[in-house]
């Protein structure tokens, strides 16, 4: 069964860099296979895609978030991680990774960043 | 502003249908790009419903069904449950945005 668990600081300072780790068990993240994507919620919004990436080498970002996100992998350790920079109160929400190739399945429990002084 | 389109609410008593409509244009669903609907749950994770318009994963009741019609797809509900009261989002992908990823904005489902 594959299971994803993201970790991180709950609380961020506006202006510093959020970052996030997804760890998988279950699969492997360089199978090829699969992408592997974070997905975020806003208080009272919706679902906000924030980019993917594919162990064979393709990555891409929302064009919203793009100047300032960054995924990068950790094959020793089946992770993957996020890093928003700049962040601001905008930026608070639930954060989730998942694992897609035909949908979004299946997906972390979900980690709140809140944003604030 | 999300490029697809969901009425924010429907209802409907035990028993009954609804239907949830995500709409959107020729970049996105009218383009032939896969729609898929994921269910949250107060308080989880969203889970994938509906894959590829109509595909169920294991474990997901025949009482959800989805479709597809040019630019929109529906998901069906049939014999509501208190259980399903939950938000549904719908999700494509979309040529103007480099084939990106793109979601609805989520439709709250109340079961009266």
């Known amino acids: 069964q594959v299971q994803l668990q993201e970790s991180g600081p709950g609380l961020q300072k506006p202006s510093e860099t959020l970052s996030l780790t997804c760890t998988v068990s279950g699969d492997s993240i360089n199978g090829g296979r699969y992408y592997w994507g974070w997905i975020r919620q806003s208080p009272g919004k919706g679902l906000e895609w924030i980019g993917s990436?594919?162990?064979?080498?393709?990555?891409h970002y929302s064009p919203s978030l793009e100047s300032r996100v960054t995924i990068s992998v950790d094959t020793s350790n089946n992770q993957f991680s996020l890093k928003l920079t700049s962040v601001t109160a905008a930026d608070t929400a639930v954060y989730y990774c998942?694992?897609?190739?035909?949908?979004?399945?299946?997906w972390g429990q979900g980690t709140l960043v809140t944003v604030s002084s | 502003q999300s490029v697809l389109t969901q009425p924010p609410s429907v209802s409907g008593a035990p028993g009954q249908r609804v239907t949830i409509s995500c709409t959107g244009n020729n970049y996105n669903i009218g383009a032939g790009y896969d729609v898929h609907w994921y269910q949250r749950l107060p308080g989880t994770a969203p889970r994938l419903l509906i894959f590829g318009y109509t595909n169920r994963p294991s474990g997901v009741p025949d009482r959800f069904s989805g479709s597809k019609s040019g630019t929109s797809a529906s998901l069906v509900i049939t014999g509501l449950q208190p259980d399903d009261e939950a938000d549904y989002y719908c999700q494509s992908y979309d040529s103007k945005l480099s084939h990106n990823v793109v979601f609805g904005g989520g439709t709250r489902l109340t079961v009266l």
């Open positions: 990436f594919s162990y064979t080498g393709s990555s």
């Open positions: 998942a694992r897609h190739r035909f949908g979004f399945d299946p």
